[in-house]
């Protein structure tokens, strides 16, 4: 059964919306954040700690997958979800991201794009019928339109022709995608530049898409003010009932902001990346466990967390893990920075429901930042 | 509460025993295999992991704990239960084996032994004394004598005088011991010699410890034949009525071998080690799920396997883990392994009770080694 999605309430005072995503039965509440799956595992956790921490929707990387195991492998062990044992909904990227940031500017033509294996050097060629074709294998229940993705330091004139390829290539995606149980989403590019992104919104919401994703933010360079732009500059065009997600986005500040204009649901690696070097969410901000302060802090990261990590062990004995380079640290402060992010989005849901969404940002703002936050 | 140990049965045709190990209100049978958390962690797995594998004492390292956190971050902690949040019993070995393998002849003095630190390069001193300092503050259930651990190279000559001293450590390391809940291991060494093992058992035994290990064995370049004749000449001097430790041996063929020779526990790293490294037991062998073949084997590493790695997960989606670097694959293939010998102790004593204890050792050669296994 095709994933949907239902939109319960609009924010009067601001762009936020509630709503759920249906799946197998199952209602998983939005705005929501997506813990990262890029290889087939979140990594360091099991499934039953993803679905533990409240996770709903998890993203898996089709360029990793592509690559290895190969897309053929997953199929014939029934699709990711029999593959990885996760039976929460699951979407994967096009592979876009990753080949973009491997290919050159002349390697990019209106076939497709052509770039470098990481691993092995081999030639490549993706194309949006087969990075379609590659989801549609792996099974996933939201597949994305294949988009180029333009660094920040891109020009207005480049965007423009990139999001007019981008637009013919989700159309060409679309045409050959041909799974009826699998969402696909089209993607909105058009960097911070308004004309670009309304064009971008309004063309490719024409070709009737499941959902749609905000792309090109989050990249290396981009400035926040130019991210909630690229949003600000898109929703508008966006259709209210289907699903807006902001794609690579993960800082807790910028959830709050993406939903405040009118996001759904994001994804980033952030919390586990930044859990396996040892560092954690906090309400008064991210603390760093390797510091020599927490030797002997015999107190759970965070009192009022309910995870895993902050019912059974202290900040010594993860710091202990963290400097000995023991997996179970990284695996507990995985669950941790999960868990906080994914209670983040539940009191952002509980605001727009009491209509306090702007008080809450506030609020972060002053325990998190200790109130110096300014958008640049 | 200290623990204890009750012998409940002697195999008839064997020198085999059936035993529990009591700790806590709870009993822990014998024969059993530790894992071992040489961190405060067995690598990769939760405490939970580790009882569901069906686990009872954990083993975790003086030395490595000495250096870092330090003895005194676990004492201020609560001890090891507390930092780690591990209710079952826990053993420390006395340090000495990571010392020696660290220290030169001429830096082992009657008082103790000079070393560096492998960390840092400081030059460290360990006695009799500060060992059992040190596991006392570890707050261990079992704290064992600090012994030298000879190479298997030493001679006849070298290894008396190394005995005798040994058991002069072994009678300053009780005299200091004071802690009532923790219960205090004598070590018995002497290589393949019969009559040094009889006159290490027969003095160390004078001295009333709580239970006796078996060390000096699975050294680098001992031979099989040699860790079995440890065995068999030290077992006839050691009490009936106490717990009787074979140090660092976790071989399957070698936890039968020490059973039938009068063998309760052992410990090694290398169900944990060969699970980093992509290995897996099976009742027919060890194999390598790195090896291109499991690339599309969509079935458990075992099918009569009852662990959560076999339960839920095929050989193909490990491999898959393992060959990306993955933790969630060490630490399934660390499950399994661990479970596979420890249910390899489960079928040990149901063999014993059933008085089948040889045709099961033939049965287990059969499959493990294809019959070819010998001796050597």
């Given at each position: 059964m095709k994933i949907s999605f239902k939109l319960d309430y609009k924010d009067s005072k601001t762009n936020a919306r509630l709503g759920k995503v249906l799946f197998n039965g199952k209602e998983y509440p939005t705005p929501m954040f997506m813990p990262v799956g890029t290889q087939a595992t979140v990594k360091t956790l099991s499934p039953e700690e993803i679905k533990e921490v409240g996770?709903?929707?998890?993203?898996?990387?089709?360029?990793?997958?592509?690559?290895?195991?190969?897309?053929?492998?997953?199929?014939?062990?029934?699709?990711?979800?029999?593959?990885?044992?996760?039976?929460?909904?699951?979407?994967?990227?096009?592979?876009?991201?990753?080949?973009?940031?491997?290919?050159?500017?002349?390697?990019?033509?209106?076939?497709?794009?052509?770039?470098?294996?990481?691993?092995?050097?081999?030639?490549?060629?993706?194309?949006?019928?087969?990075?379609?074709?590659?989801?549609?294998?792996?099974?996933?229940?939201?597949?994305?339109?294949?988009?180029?993705?333009?660094?920040?330091?891109?020009?207005?004139?480049?965007?423009?022709?990139?999001?007019?390829?981008?637009?013919?290539?989700?159309?060409?995606?679309?045409?050959?995608?041909?799974?009826?149980?699998?969402?696909?989403?089209?993607?909105?590019?058009?960097?911070?530049?308004?004309?670009?992104?309304?064009?971008?919104?309004?063309?490719?919401?024409?070709?009737?898409?499941?959902g749609y994703s905000i792309g090109g933010v989050a990249n290396d360079g981009e400035s926040k003010l130019d991210m909630y732009k690229a949003i600000e500059y898109s929703t508008p065009y966006m259709p209210e009932d289907k699903l807006r997600y902001l794609m690579g986005v993960g800082d807790p500040i910028d959830l709050i902001e993406g939903?405040?204009?009118?996001?759904?649901?994001?994804?980033?690696?952030?919390?586990?990346?930044?859990?396996?070097?040892?560092?954690?969410?906090?309400?008064?901000?991210?603390?760093?466990?390797?510091?020599?302060?927490?030797?002997?802090?015999?107190?759970?990261?965070?009192?009022?967390?309910?995870?895993?990590?902050?019912?059974?062990?202290?900040?010594?004995?993860?710091?202990h893990l963290i400097v000995e380079n023991e997996t179970f640290g990284a695996r507990l402060l995985s669950i941790h920075n999960i868990r906080f992010l994914v209670r983040l989005m539940e009191n952002i849901r509980e605001s727009i429901q009491k209509g306090t969404l702007l008080e809450f940002r506030e609020e972060f703002v002053q325990n998190y930042y200790g109130g110096k936050y300014e958008v640049k």
């Open positions: 996770s709903g929707i998890i993203l898996a990387n089709t360029y990793h997958l592509w690559l290895r195991p190969g897309e053929d492998i997953v199929q014939k062990a029934g699709g990711l979800h029999k593959f990885m044992n996760y039976d929460g909904p699951i979407l994967t990227d096009s592979g876009g991201y990753q080949v973009f940031s491997l290919a050159k500017p002349k390697d990019i033509s209106e076939e497709g794009v052509k770039f470098k294996n990481h691993l092995n050097g081999d030639t490549l060629f993706l194309t949006p019928e087969k990075s379609i074709e590659i989801q549609n294998k792996l099974g996933s229940d939201i597949a994305m339109s294949f988009d180029e993705c333009p660094p920040a330091s891109a020009s207005h004139d480049y965007l423009k022709q990139s999001i007019e390829r981008t637009i013919r290539w989700a159309a060409r995606g679309k045409k050959v995608h041909n799974n009826p149980n699998q969402a696909l989403f089209g993607i909105i590019q058009g960097g911070p530049y308004e004309d670009l992104r309304k064009y971008s919104a309004i063309e490719t919401t024409k070709l009737n898409f499941d939903v405040i204009r009118g996001v759904d649901i994001f994804d980033c690696v952030i919390p586990t990346r930044l859990a396996r070097h040892g560092h954690a969410y906090t309400k008064m901000g991210k603390i760093n466990l390797k510091n020599n302060q927490y030797k002997d802090k015999f107190e759970p990261i965070d009192e009022t967390c309910d995870c895993y990590a902050c019912k059974s062990y202290t900040k010594a004995y993860i710091r």
